[in-house]
Nanobody
Framework: QVQLVESGGGLVQPGGSLRLSCAAS????????MGWYRQAPGKERELVAQ??????NYADSVKGRFTISRDNAKNTVYLQMNSLKAEDTAVYYC?????????????WGQGTQVTVSS
């Protein structure tokens, strides 16, 4: 059994910053990659940022403002979000592709709300 537990969402003013964290726990052999997705009301879930073997990938809309990082020892991924805009408002979901003893599959966190508003 694998769990992803997110934290760090909340309400912030435009131009502000937030840091999201996501910790994976359970019967993990290896974490292949980790990342963050988001879903705004009425929109499809989209990739925000992804990190794998030290390489990162960002959505064009967040490049230069968001930074993804990972602590392999803790199986934790972080998303530092700076210069937040109203259009960043969404539920942010942690994603991980994890190998356990039985299989390698995708796992999702429960989601954390990020609201950017004055």
């Amino acid at each position: 059994q694998v769990q992803l537990v997110e934290s760090g969402g909340g309400l912030v003013q435009p131009g502000g910053s937030l840091r999201l964290s996501c910790a994976a726990s359970g019967s993990i052999i290896s974490v292949v990659d980790m990342g963050w997705y988001r879903q705004a009301p009425g929109k499809e879930r989209e990739l925000v940022a992804q990190i794998r073997s030290g390489s990162t990938n960002y959505a064009d809309s967040v490049k230069g403002r968001f930074t993804i990082s990972r602590d392999n020892a803790k199986n934790t991924v972080y998303l530092q979000m700076n210069s937040l805009k109203a259009e960043d408002t969404a539920v942010y979901y942690c994603h991980a592709y994890i190998a356990t003893f039985y299989q390698t599959q995708n796992y999702w966190g429960q989601g954390t709300q990020v609201t950017v508003s004055s």
